[in-house]
């Protein structure tokens, strides 16, 4: 399975930025695509994340109201539509995907820790300056 991501860059606070995110490599079954975010020094974080098959979208409190996860219509693809972005949104964003689906870390981890999923991204740097 390959996880590739587009977007990010650098934008003014107030400002939007989105973020695309494409799995290539496996057959089709639900489960969460997510993406989170890490700066230097702290733990990798959950953003937002969306259970491919149903729609159903899940954020961190911090980006609720400002921030949109989607999935495409080939359930190959997720979107993060940041805006309203503030200079503590500065972060390497990665995408991640659970698909295909484990059990066990289904059974062990929930869908906002970084251990539940097996594939990730490269990452793509989002800058916000004041």
């Known amino acids: 399975v390959q996880v590739t991501e587009s977007g990010g860059g650098s934008v003014q606070a107030g400002g939007s930025l989105r973020l695309s995110c494409t799995a290539a490599?496996?057959?089709?079954?639900?489960?969460?695509m997510a993406w989170f975010r890490q700066v230097p020094g702290r733990h990798r974080e959950v953003v937002a994340a969306?259970?491919?098959?149903?729609?159903?979208?899940e954020y961190d409190d911090s980006v609720k109201g400002r921030f949109t996860i989607s999935q495409a219509n080939t359930k190959d693809s997720v979107f993060l539509l940041m805006s309203d972005l503030k200079a503590e949104d500065t972060a390497m964003y990665y995408c991640?995907?659970?698909?295909?689906?484990?059990?066990?870390?289904?059974?062990?981890?929930?869908?906002?820790?970084?251990?539940?999923?097996?594939?990730w991204g490269q990452g793509n740097q989002v800058t916000v300056s004041s």
């Open positions: 991640a995907s659970e698909i295909p689906f484990d059990a066990r870390r289904e059974r062990n981890h929930p869908w906002s820790s970084p251990l539940r999923y097996r594939y």
């Open positions: 490599g496996f057959v089709y079954e639900s489960g969460y």
């Open positions: 969306v259970f491919v098959g149903s729609g159903r979208t």
